[in-house]
């Protein structure tokens, strides 16, 4: 809780800001206890993230997603800010999976995805070059842009 990432430059980064608790890299990764999108219930071993906060960040030629946020239907993601964050798009970006789980279809220039997150802020965020819709949300509770 209360991770922040501050002053950073990217270049070049597939996906820039990945949340992922469906990530699949240990043996049991793949599993329906890891993968299922189905709520589970809440035991010791359910991961929690509370707030994650990224200011002051520059990402340039991106090209599978600008955000991807999957939290836990059972476990939602407490908070994300993002304060004066820009992200733009390689001209000729390529097509891959944004996030390391199951049922994640390929993309490319995915502007910002976001599933099971209570809360998220953006102050000064800016996405150029971006293809289709610009937030793309499955049950967050709510969102707040100024």
Same mark, same amino acid.
């Given at each position: 809780?209360?991770? =922040? ?12 800001? =990945?949340? #992922? ?9 793949? &599993?329906?206890?890891?993968? &299922? ?28 997603? %600008? ?9 939602? =993601? ?17 097509? %891959? ?5 199951? %049922? ?11 599933? #099971? ?22 049950? =967050?509770? &709510?969102?707040?842009?100024?």
């Amino acid at each position: 809780d209360g991770l =922040v990432f501050r002053n950073v430059e990217m270049r070049h980064v597939l996906t820039p800001f =990945v949340i #992922n608790m469906f990530y699949f890299c240990d043996p049991d990764g793949k &599993s329906d206890y890891v993968q &299922s999108h189905d709520p589970l219930p809440l035991d010791d071993a359910t991961p929690r993230l509370g707030s994650l906060t990224m200011e002051n960040i520059t990402a340039t030629d991106a090209e599978y997603a %600008g955000c991807w946020f999957s939290g836990l239907p059972e476990q939602p =993601v407490e908070k994300v800010e993002m304060n004066n964050v820009s992200i733009s798009f390689a001209e000729n970006a390529g097509a %891959g999976h944004a996030a390391m789980m199951c %049922g994640a279809a390929e993309c490319s220039k995915l502007a910002i995805w976001a599933e #099971n997150v209570k809360e998220i802020h953006f102050h000064n965020v800016k996405l150029e070059g971006y293809a289709g819709e610009r937030l793309n949300f499955i049950n =967050v509770g &709510s969102f707040k842009e100024d």
